[in-house]
């Protein structure tokens, strides 16, 4: 089996990258590097693994026969979508009608790499996959909710279409290795400013709730969704719902850090909850996320105290 991976020098795309080498797979990894990094791939040495340095909002071109394409291309931090509006916005309409266009031509099936942000700032609670969502489509978070949901539609579109064989993934909050520390997102903030001994910046009052996933049961759900006959989206997630301040405390405990927690305001249009409903996988796929918070915080701590840069 043969397959590209757009975006694959990026935190989840590396990780994709690497379960799908130790499956057999072939794999080509295609990125331009402008969040993602070279340091995400730099342990592979299968010469089954090509890097291609390559823009999809461009037209791609890749020889030979595909049997999947992973659309995984696509800034997916706060930081970085504010800093990069336009290109968020173009990834996730002309990348993924490339990448669509690629899958189509190559008569291989295709998934997306979507997100709970589609959800925006959600007046339902747990999120469905058969819940629309509450976006603000011209506030500042709207370039990349915005883009996800345009990615989703178009996906559907080539599916109906077309009949292209797709998938689509809704990616609730991942973390674990290879993470920049800098990204702006909950897990690496806390931990950078706790292994610098800097007071920890939280949001708000941190009451607002998110559902962290451990990036190896977010790639193991993947694997199950490429494998399942099923074309609507399909939440991948953990149901345990935390606030940002609960958060924060539990990377002290476990960084052993004695720094304070400082409060700052509220960015526009933070979302006030966020959880999956798991039910859809749990029933297609007969999956739920196994590592827990504390075991995957542990890790991933450790990881960046043994001097892990990551993209």
Not at 137 to 166: C, N, Q, S, W
Not at 233 to 261: C, D, F, Y
Request: net charge neutral; proline share 6%; glycine share 10%.
């Amino acid at each position: 089996m043969r397959v590209l991976v757009t975006g694959g020098a990026g935190f989840i795309g590396s990780h994709i990258c690497d379960d799908l080498l130790a499956r057999g797979w072939d794999v080509v990894c295609m990125d331009n590097l402008l969040t993602g990094s070279m340091a995400n791939v730099a342990h592979i040495r299968e010469p089954r693994f090509t890097f291609v340095k390559h823009d999809v909002t461009n037209f791609i071109d890749v020889e030979g026969p595909l049997d999947y394409v992973l659309h995984f291309a696509s800034p997916a931090s706060p930081i970085d979508y504010l800093e990069l509006p336009i290109q968020t916005l173009k990834v996730g309409s002309l990348g993924t009608h490339r990448a669509l266009g690629l899958a189509k031509a190559k008569t291989a099936k295709f998934l997306l790499a979507s997100t709970s942000e589609v959800y925006g700032d959600p007046l339902v609670h747990p999120q469905r996959e058969d819940y629309w969502g509450n976006v603000n489509p011209v506030g500042p978070r709207g370039v990349y909710d915005e883009a996800k949901r345009f990615a989703e539609a178009i996906t559907m579109a080539y599916h109906r279409f077309h009949g292209l064989d797709t998938r689509i993934v809704r990616i609730f909050n991942t973390y674990g290795s290879r993470m920049r520390l800098t990204d702006g997102r909950a897990v690496p903030t806390f931990i950078r400013q706790a292994l610098a001994g800097e007071p920890l910046t939280v949001y708000g009052d941190g009451s607002q709730t998110r559902s962290f996933i451990y990036v190896s049961d977010l790639v193991d759900g993947i694997w199950r969704l490429m494998n399942a006959a099923f074309n609507d989206p399909v939440n991948l997630g953990n149901p345990r719902e935390m606030t940002l301040l609960e958060l924060a405390k539990q990377v002290l405990r476990l960084s052993g850090a004695r720094s304070e927690i400082v409060f700052r305001p509220l960015p526009i249009d933070d979302p006030k909850v966020r959880q999956p409903n798991i039910s859809r996988a749990r029933a297609l796929l007969g999956w739920e996320p196994r590592v827990e918070l504390d075991k995957g915080l542990r890790q991933t701590i450790e990881w960046y105290r043994r001097g892990g840069a990551g993209a």
